[in-house]
């Protein structure tokens, strides 16, 4: 079993930045492939960024330019940096785990983003 334990949320201006970070726990996550999830009220569970085991990146389109995710093996952990914030971007963000082997996923309890005019 994973846990995996998101931290950093908040509520920040536009155009302010926060950094989000994912601390796992239980399994060496070195080989998982990792993201970064986003749920906005009365909208579907949307991906932001992941990070395969290998280092290979994608952003939604969305937030191209804006964020950066990355990721530390030595610390189990991974982050996402978010700047130049939007309204938009104010949602739920959860951390996101995929077995390389299983493919069994596990997901964080989330942490708020809020992003005021």
């Known amino acids: 079993q994973v846990q995996l334990v998101e931290s950093g949320g908040g509520l920040v201006h536009s155009g302010g930045s926060l950094r989000l970070s994912c601390a796992a726990s239980?399994?060496?996550?070195?080989?998982?492939?990792m993201g970064w999830y986003r749920q906005a009220p009365g909208k579907q569970r949307e991906l932001v960024a992941d990070i395969s085991g290998g280092g290979n990146i994608n952003y939604a389109d969305s937030v191209k330019g804006r964020f950066t995710i990355s990721r530390d093996n030595a610390k189990n952990t991974m982050y996402l940096q978010m700047n130049n914030l939007k309204p938009e971007d104010t949602a739920v963000y959860f951390c996101n785990a995929a077995s390389p082997i299983s493919q069994v996923e596990y997901w964080g309890q989330g942490t708020l983003v809020t992003v005021s005019e």
């Open positions: 239980g399994k060496v996550i070195s080989y998982y492939a």
